[in-house]
């Protein structure tokens, strides 16, 4: 059954400045469940950072209601605030790690002065404070899961980024917490090493259960990893879902520019509009993108359009991917046939679930 970790209520942050005031985010309903890897994305400014600090309390709710591992975190007080944050693990852009001191000493910060509990001879259970040895043990083990248990005395300035990131993910796991926030954590990061602190990640998710809330502005990160996602704009959640929901039929525009950033379609149209094949097209033949998630690609769509509807599709740009196990497919395609024809296979491919959307032959007639 799933299980909602983190549940947040008509969330309102407003800042209030002397001239102005910022409305970061506009009444936010958010259900987090056990094991997500929850990704919220939009550009920048647009509240997702208020947002996610508003789950640990970083940032005060103007209001609304924040519950967080069935705490309303609200009506904690210091003490017990603390104690529930150590049970959220937060990484940054930026690392933020200390200089001075080693790898180890990095990732042991956290657990300095914490209270275990220990088991006595005649079964009682006391708290008592963690011992150096532990420390030491539970750094090591830290280190050996993001893959560094050979740094442990390097200082952070000898890192790559990526390894950076791996210590601010080894640190932020210290507390053994159930819910990991990654606010933009490998947007410093080139591509590659993205992408491999993405798997990490993911693993974590695997192996330890950790619910994930995934901070970005790059929807390639979201494919990656997510199972869910939000798109955030001007402080609101505009459009959320399942990634294969929101991949299948986004609504809004700025959920499908998101999307089309993830397969360089713009400039896959721009290159099928110089071919041959779409400069000299006649009417009623038509140039489109077919969007399809999931069954609808096991259909010998192209097969089925020229055996059953009598229209040729002649495929000038595909790209496949695998989301969650299930395929997704763009194609730029050249329908031909007589327009009773091409109206029957657009029923049709409706009928199957493929997106069609017409493009125009050029540029020029796009604008008109
Ligand atoms: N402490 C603050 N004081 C005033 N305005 C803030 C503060 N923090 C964020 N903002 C404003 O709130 C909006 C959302 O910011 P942020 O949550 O950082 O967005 P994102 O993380 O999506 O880039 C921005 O307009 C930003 O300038
Ligand atoms: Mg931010």
Redesign the pocket.
Known sequence: MAEPLITLKQVD?E?K?KTRS????DHVDLTVERGDIYGIV????????????TINLL?RPTSGTVSVLGQDMLKLDAAKLRQERRRIGMIFQHFNLMNSRTIADNVAFPLKGTKVTETTADGKKIWRKIKKSEINQKVSDLLELVGLADRATAYPNELSGGQKQRVGIARALASDPEILIS??ATSALDPKTTSSILDLLAHLNQKLGLTIVL?T?EMEAVKQICNKVAV?DE?RIIERGTLLQIFAQPHEQLTKDFIDTTIQIESAIAAVRKQPAVRDLQAPDQLVRLTYVGASTDQPLVATLFKTYNVTANILFGDIQILQGTPFGNLLVVLSGTQADLDRAFDYLQQSDVTVQHLSANQEGEQA
């Open positions: 942050v800042f400045e910022v409305h970061a985010v939009g550009y920048s400014g647009a509240g997702k950072s208020t947002l996610v600090r940032q606010d933009e901070i502005h955030m402080g």
